[in-house]
């Protein structure tokens, strides 16, 4: 719940992520984003939420034709 801790300022929506097909998964459970580091040509990492889960996770098992969220970070 936000509104009782959002010290950090980030918010994030749990679209889910896209698979190379056009479809669509984990909508409203789960937030996706890539990092700007490659693990190989198919491959780079990632981070994701879970709703019910406080933890970020740092995953490179998805690959670079998934569609996940970009988070922008102005300098």
């Not at 679209?15 to 990092?35: H, K, L, P």
């Not at 198919?42 to 998805?62: E, G, T």
């Amino acid at each position: 719940d936000q509104s009782l801790n959002n010290d950090s300022g980030f918010n994030a929506f749990p679209e889910g992520y896209r698979f190379n097909d056009g479809s669509f998964t984990n909508e409203g459970y789960n937030a996706f984003f890539w990092s700007s580091t490659e693990l190989n040509s198919d491959n780079a990492w990632n981070r994701y939420l879970f709703y019910n889960i406080s933890n970020l996770f740092r995953s490179y098992y998805y690959f670079k034709l998934h569609g996940f969220s970009v988070r922008f970070v102005r300098d």
